[in-house]
């Protein structure tokens, strides 16, 4: 692939998120995460393999997701990658 972008994902917990957060962070291919009350969102790569992963451990662990987004990269971004090089 001659250029690199991230999806993003959100995820919605009906639950304490923060107690989960360090489940996320157990994933060494999740660029960045962020929390907001009780709305994790992270960038990530290869979503098609990590998105069943972190859903699995999510709920193994006890969260009850009130949703699962994967937000894809816009072609904004996508041209904005290519010309940065």
Known sequence: M???YHNFAE???YSYAQKYIDLLKTFKEIASLALKENKAVFTLEDPEILNPKI???LVD???EIVYFNEIKASLEE???DL???
């Open 2 to 4: 001659l250029f690199r």
């Open 11 to 13: 995820t919605f917990l």
């Open 55 to 57: 859903i699995k451990l």
């Open 61 to 63: 662990n006890g969260s």
């Open 78 to 80: 996508i041209y904005l």
């Open 83 to 85: 010309i940065r090089g």
